[in-house]
Nanobody, 123 residues
């Protein structure tokens, strides 16, 4: 049974930082591209950041470029999202996802999802 378990969410002030973690179990982690998505109240789930198998290629939503950094540790089956200079518009539930389909990070290509972790940025 595949499990993706996120942690690290919380409440932070504008300009603050958080580091999200997602640990995977039940899959060969190193062959999956990993991604972070988020969903704000009343909005659709959207792509935030993704990383290739070997951490050689990363991708980001335009609005988080320069502020967020995705990384992975294949030895620990864990993917991270370092979030700096947080803004109130970053408030959302953040989801970890894994995919071995296609070459992009389309929502419908994700094989597995975590349960989500809440990030709230106060103004």
């Amino acid at each position: 049974q595949v499990q993706l378990v996120e942690s690290g969410g919380g409440l932070v002030q504008t300009g603050g930082s958080l580091r999200l973690s997602c640990t995977a179990a039940g899959l060969t982690f190193s062959v999956y591209r990993m991604a972070w998505f988020r969903q704000a109240p009343g909005k659709e789930r959207e792509f935030v950041a993704g990383v290739s198998w070997s951490f050689s290629v990363t991708a980001y939503k335009d609005s988080v470029k320069g502020r967020f950094t995705i990384s992975r540790d294949n030895a620990k089956n864990t993917v991270y999202l370092q979030m700096d200079s947080l803004k109130p518009e970053d408030t959302a539930i953040y989801y970890c996802a894994a995919t071995n389909r296609g070459v992009t990070y389309r929502l419908e290509h994700m094989n597995y999802w975590g349960q989500g972790t809440q990030v709230t940025v106060s103004s």
